[in-house]
Each structure stands twice: as C-alpha cells, then as structure tokens.
C-alpha cells in the first residue's frame, strides 16, 4: 500500500474508501504496519472510547521517539504508563479540565485571561498595521502574526515568559524545534519507522546518514527544550518572576501541589516534559483554527455580520478597559457557535492522532491486530450529512436551534446538532487536557478580530477562492488573499 497511500488530504481518501467498501472501517497495510480507520461516530465511540484501556497507546515513531529522543513527550508515551498519569495530573492543575468549566479549570484558566487577552487585542493590531502596508489592504501573510501571537501565549503560560517581539529569541526557539520536529515524524519518510531493527545500525556506517541526522536533531531538540525550562528555573529562583505553569508546580508551595516539598531531579523533569509538551503542541491547534476563522469571516460576509453585532453590543465599556469576563466570553451564544462550526468546518485534526491497541480484539465481527495503528477520521464525522446537514456549508446556526434557518444553504434546523467538541479534541484517555485554554484562547482572539477587523476578498479576484486545507498533523484552511480593514471608530 505504501505506493499508493494519498498525500493530500487523506481524509477524504479514507473516506471515500469507507464508502466504496460500504463500511465505516477500513484497514489496510503499510510495509508491516496494519492501520485501521474509523470514518463512524459507532465505531470510534465504542473502540476508542468504551475500550479505551486497550486503545490508548501511541504507535511507535522510532525516529522520533529513540532516535531523536523524544519518547518521553506527553504525546508519545503509552497511557498505560505511570509517567502518562502523572502528566494529566500536573496538565489538569496547571491548566484545568473542561469538566471544571465552572470550577477548577475557569479558575485556572482566569489568572491566564490577561495574557491571553493582551495577545488576541495585539494580533488584531498586528493585522491592521499589516494591512495598511499593502495596497487596497489585502494581507497574503498573515500566519506569522498568528503563530508569533500563539507562541506569546502559551510562552508566558507555560514559563511566565513576555515575548517582545517578532525577532524574539524564544520565538526563534519554538520555530526551530517545530520545523526539527516535523521532519523527524513526516509519515513514510524514514524506513526505520517501519522496521524498528534499523536503530541499531551504526551511525558511522555507509547509508546510515538518516541516523547521523537523527542524533544531530536529538543534541538540537535536547538543547531547544532546556532554553526556556531553564530561563523559567532561574527566575523563580532569583524570586523574579510570573506566576505560569511551570512556577506552579517547581515553587515549593502546597498550594502548587508539591505539598512543600523541594522538587527533586525526577519531578523537575516532569515538570518539564509537561510544560515542553504545552509549547510543541498547544501553540499548533490554536494557530490552525484562528487562521480558518479569518479566510472563512472573508468567505462568509454575513455570518461575520451577525458575530460582529454580537461583539460590539458587548464589548467593555470604555476602549482602556482591558478587560472581557471569562464566564462572559463563554456564554456569547453566536460567537461561540461560530467556533464550533469552525472547528467543524475546518477540523484542526482532519485525522486525530493515531492510537495503538495493545492487544488483539474483536469488533463487528472484524479481527483487530494487536499492534494495530487505528486512526479516527474526524473530517468523515464532521462531513456526514446524517449528524450535519449540508455539511459543506459553513453555517454556525447550526448550533443554535430555535427554527434556525439558511436561506443560502437551503437548510434548517430546530434542534442543534451535535457539539463538534465531542470530537473535535481527542478520545479516551487521549483527550487534550487544554481544551478549556484552547477554546478560551480562540474566543478572545475571534472577539478582538471581530471588534477592531473587516474582513472581505480583494475586489480583484476573479473568482470566489476554492476551501482546500493543508496536510500534516494539523491542519488549516490553504490561505488566499484577504483584504483587512479597521473599523470605522478604530480607524
């Protein structure tokens, strides 16, 4: 299968392939490795979910995980794993589960908000200045203003690190360890992946020179990781510095949850491996959505409208006040439908992270291989016309009920349809415990392009662009010109 397995987009291939065969699983095999697709909400609910205890684990990425030396990632090690809880555990106090929305989790996330609002207000800005440097305020560029802006975030969450600014050498950090890291895992790439034997070979001998690069990246990766788990360290020993997540849990304080015991070596490198995982991971998602929303608000000029009057209706009063209620931001109905149907729309994971199940079972009368590699295919649910109708169309209504309506998609719906954040963020013992800071991080940065942006396409396209979406782990709408302007009281 190895000749013949897509390379863009495919999710759309599984797909397809589940319709051809006439079931929602299929399964096929590269070089020695079965994989398996779930393209039904049945069958990745009671796999992925009811048996979670045999479907958690991670495949094995020997390039990355021995040769670079990342295994002990909080994506990569087993769930089964003592090392696995113990990050949920330290993930859960630093940035709270969605389960405590309403506790925990808001109360966590709140001391956060300032941070993540200061940022969302200066990527808003961001995209204005860019705008007035081109003509007819088109911006073809924008993505780095919304990585540089994510990478603040999770930087001053994660370490209580101020970026200041585009040239920042922790930015140059996080860019280098992202573009390492996504050569290290690019599917297909390295044969070792395929026939783990291969990591013993020698680096010194003729045709190994994928491990010589190997070790280089792991020396590279080893360092990237130690600049700002150090930087943080030294701060919170000289008392200088921001509360953050990696402070929470380093500062002998009962109240961090290290009961006023000194962190020895093994919790400290804990603690690390955790606050790295925030910032190899956390920064893609959010980057991938807020990319989506600003092509789809150009795309779609009358749902951008409806969430604009929604926002200005609530905005603080005053244009100083720096402030925008966290509970608020949650319970704005259409803006927080507009998300949902971004991530609907535009899954931020086409395809969810891959599982691994670790023994041999049994599933509508189909043998699944011990070992096997199963894949949830998120963009399938996302587009099945049973849960979603129309499911091409871009309509956040969906989400609201009460008889609403779309002249333009022709569809109408009473009752809302289902939460795509079900699905949307991972399964069993896989789900992202940042969901809450994920969801809070978009929200503020949709409310801040709303308040101060216009989106539109140039008046030069010839046509209406076509929605296609990048490949890789995460994935993002393909961009095209758009035209930004500030409002008129922002002007």
């Known amino acids: 299968?190895?000749?013949?397995?897509?390379?863009?987009?495919?999710?759309?291939?599984?797909?397809?392939?589940?319709?051809?065969?006439?079931?929602?699983i299929i399964s096929f095999r590269v070089y020695n490795t079965t994989l398996i697709v779930l393209s039904s909400v049945q069958a990745i609910q009671d796999m992925l979910e009811r048996r979670q205890d045999i479907y958690s684990e991670r495949p094995r990425n020997t390039m990355y995980n021995d040769i670079c030396g990342r295994g002990k990632t909080i994506f990569n090690v087993d769930?089964?794993?003592?090392?696995?809880?113990?990050?949920?555990?330290?993930?859960?106090?630093?940035?709270?589960?969605?389960?405590?929305?309403?506790?925990?989790?808001?109360?966590?996330?709140?001391?956060?908000?300032?941070?993540?609002?200061?940022?969302?207000?200066?990527?808003?800005?961001?995209?204005?200045?860019?705008?007035?440097g081109h003509g007819e305020g088109i911006v073809d560029d924008f993505i780095p203003l919304v990585q540089r802006s994510a990478v603040a975030v999770?930087?001053?969450?994660?370490?209580?690190?101020?970026?200041?600014?585009?040239?920042d050498p922790f930015i140059k950090v996080s860019e280098e360890a992202s573009k390492i890291s996504g050569y290290?895992?690019?599917?297909?790439?390295?044969?070792?992946?395929?026939?783990?034997l291969l990591r013993y070979v020698p680096a010194w001998m003729?045709?190994?020179?994928?491990?010589?690069?190997?070790?280089?990246?792991?020396?590279?990766?080893?360092?990237?990781?130690?600049?700002?788990?150090?930087w943080a360290k030294n701060q919170i020993e000289t008392g200088n510095y921001e509360e953050s997540f990696t402070s929470?849990?380093?500062?002998?304080?009962?109240?961090?949850?290290?009961?006023g015991v000194q962190v020895g070596p093994e919790q400290e490198e804990l603690v690390k491996w955790c606050a790295g995982g925030l910032y190899a991971g956390a920064s893609d998602t959010t980057v991938s959505a807020i990319v989506s929303f600003i092509l789809l608000m150009a795309l779609y000029p009358e749902v951008q409208?409806?969430?604009?009057?929604?926002?200005?209706?609530?905005?603080?009063?005053?244009?100083?006040?720096?402030?925008?209620?966290?509970?608020?931001?949650?319970?704005?109905?259409?803006?927080?439908?507009?998300?949902?149907?971004?991530?609907?729309?535009?899954?931020?994971?086409?395809?969810?992270?891959?599982?691994?199940?670790?023994?041999?079972?049994?599933?509508?009368?189909?043998?699944?291989?011990?070992?096997?590699?199963?894949?949830?295919?998120?963009?399938?649910?996302?587009?099945?016309?049973t849960l979603y109708p129309n499911p091409h169309s871009f309509w956040p209504e969906r989400f609201l009920g009460s008889n609403a309506e779309s002249n333009a998609a022709s569809i109408k719906s009473s009752v809302p349809?289902?939460?795509?954040?079900?699905?949307?963020?991972?399964?069993?013992?896989?789900?992202?415990?940042?969901?809450?800071?994920?969801?809070?991080?978009?929200?503020?940065?949709?409310?801040?392009?709303?308040?101060?942006?216009?989106?539109?396409?140039?008046?030069s396209l010839s046509a209406r662009p076509e929605v296609e979406f990048t490949t890789g782990i995460t994935s993002h709408i393909k961009p095209f010109p758009v035209v930004v302007q500030p409002l008129r009281k922002f002007r």
């Not at 999770?154 to 040239?167: E, H, K, P, W």
């Not at 290290?184 to 783990?196: I, L, T």
């Not at 190997?214 to 600049?227: K, N, Q, S």
Request: charged content about 25%.
């Open 206 to 230: 003729l045709g190994a020179g994928w491990k010589r690069q190997g070790l280089i990246w792991r020396e590279r990766l080893h360092h990237l990781a130690d600049v700002p788990h150090l």
């Open 79 to 132: 769930a089964s794993s003592t090392r696995h809880k113990m990050y949920r555990k330290m993930l859960g106090k630093g940035l709270g589960p969605r389960g405590g929305r309403a506790g925990n989790g808001a109360k966590v996330i709140r001391g956060y908000t300032p941070l993540i609002e200061r940022e969302a207000r200066r990527l808003a800005e961001s995209l204005i200045s860019m705008s007035r």
């Open 305 to 385: 409208c409806r969430a604009r009057e929604e926002v200005l209706a609530h905005l603080p009063a005053g244009d100083d006040d720096d402030s925008t209620d966290l509970a608020f931001i949650h319970r704005l109905p259409y803006l927080n439908a507009v998300m949902q149907e971004v991530l609907r729309y535009a899954p931020v994971g086409n395809l969810a992270l891959p599982h691994r199940v670790s023994q041999e079972d049994e599933y509508g009368g189909l043998r699944i291989p011990q070992n096997a590699t199963v894949i949830a295919n998120v963009w399938a649910i996302f587009h099945n016309e």
């Open 154 to 167: 999770i930087l001053g969450i994660a370490f209580g690190y101020t970026v200041q600014g585009d040239s």
């Open 1 to 24: 299968m190895a000749g013949r397995m897509p390379t863009k987009e495919p999710w759309k291939t599984y797909a397809s392939w589940s319709r051809t065969y006439e079931s929602p």
């Open 184 to 196: 290290a895992m690019a599917p297909g790439r390295w044969m070792v992946d395929y026939v783990p």
């Open 248 to 259: 929470r849990l380093l500062r002998p304080d009962p109240e961090t949850g290290v009961d």
């Open 417 to 459: 349809q289902p939460d795509p954040r079900r699905w949307a963020f991972g399964f069993g013992k896989r789900v992202c415990p940042g969901m809450y800071f994920a969801e809070t991080t978009m929200l503020y940065a949709f409310f801040h392009i709303l308040a101060t942006c216009e989106m539109s396409l140039p008046p």
